[in-house]
């Protein structure tokens, strides 16, 4: 071969390999979203990871995950929440009510799969659990419902205590309701509750003095990012301030809180990940019905209670799934 030939088909080789690389397909997008920091998210990213590679889809892969979080501030997730729309992601996982109601409102034509704390029908998220029937689908777990039963979990746990708290963040749509539900209970109990509203973790700490203050008895801390992000520190202060608190997590308990009760927090979202590996490979939101997250634990911190001067009844530790000690 001439040498003036050779060169012409490098040349030729040369300009075929962008052609051929352009030519592959792109990795698809999913777009998650979620109030919380990424640091106290990271744990429900990771689970999300988890239910993909159970489809066959691996981040890096076959799939990138682009994400967006709110840091604890719900007023930025409608900017959140376009500019992942205005990227057109294939799907988009979405952490929480408060977000949910955030994506929602943009009336997506992209495939969206949520997690919430409380009923998608009754927040307006989905027509019905069986038949979606739009572009939202997802996962529904009880925290919210639970926390009338929280209330009374801790009243059994020190039955002198005449008032109690509940800590909300006012911003959460569901909260509301929420708080009817849970003075509902109190009223029921025959006990006074004193509803603390707080935005901020500084908010947080003048919340637990201000209700310690006004003679609450214990406290229930509400499903919301802003408490589920810190869920351990938040055990913590619990413990330091001598407050007897219920919230809805192990790691809560575990970390100095009297006692959880409610659902694991990655569980659900390994459920949605593997939502959005059938969507993307060809499933429609409208037909995969609201997956139902029922399982919850109760877990009681007998250390903690010791150093309360809590006796737990045994009807209560009989109930438990872990005694922490």
């Not at 840091?71 to 729309?85: C, G, S």
């Not at 637990?208 to 408490?227: H, M, P, Q, S």
């Not at 809560?252 to 059938?278: D, H, K, N, Q």
């Not at 009844?313 to 799934?321: F, I």
């Amino acid at each position: 071969m001439k040498r003036r030939e050779f060169m012409t088909l490098i040349g030729a080789a040369a300009a075929a390999c962008p052609l051929r690389a352009r030519a592959q397909p792109a990795m698809p997008v999913v777009g998650f979203l979620s109030n919380l920091t990424s640091e106290g998210g990271a744990d429900v990213l990771q689970a999300v990871r988890r239910g993909l590679a159970e489809t066959g889809y691996v981040e890096g892969r076959n799939v990138v995950i682009d994400s967006r979080w709110g840091d604890e501030h719900n007023e930025r997730l409608p900017a959140l929440a376009a500019d992942l729309i205005h990227r057109e992601v294939a799907v988009i996982v979405a952490g929480g009510v408060s977000v949910t109601a955030a994506v929602k409102a943009t009336n997506p034509s992209i495939p969206v799969v949520f997690n919430v704390g409380s009923d998608p029908v009754r927040s307006g998220f989905v027509a019905s659990l069986n038949h979606p029937g739009g572009t939202l689908t997802g996962v529904a777990n009880l925290n919210v419902a639970l926390e009338p039963k929280r209330l009374e979990m801790l009243h059994q746990a020190v039955p002198a205590a005449t008032a109690f708290g509940l800590l909300i963040n006012p911003s959460n749509p569901v909260v509301e309701t929420l708080s009817k539900e849970v003075e509902a209970a109190a009223h029921t109990l025959g006990v006074h509750l004193h509803v603390m509203p707080v935005r901020t973790e500084a908010d947080i700490v003048a919340g637990f003095a201000t209700l310690k203050e006004r003679g609450a008895g214990g406290l229930v801390i509400a499903n919301d990012g802003l408490f589920i992000g810190r869920r351990e520190q938040l055990g913590a202060l619990s413990f330091r301030l001598r407050m007897p608190t219920v919230f809805q997590f192990r790691e809560f308990a575990a970390a100095g809180g009297l006692m959880s009760y409610g659902g694991s927090v990655t569980e659900p979202y390994r459920l949605v990940g593997i939502y959005v590996g059938r969507i993307l490979k060809g499933e429609k939101p409208a037909d995969l019905p609201v997956q139902q997250s029922t399982k919850v634990d109760l877990y009681v911190n007998l250390r903690t209670a010791s150093a309360l001067g809590i006796t737990f009844p045994l009807t209560l530790l009989g109930r438990a799934d872990e005694v922490i000690e």
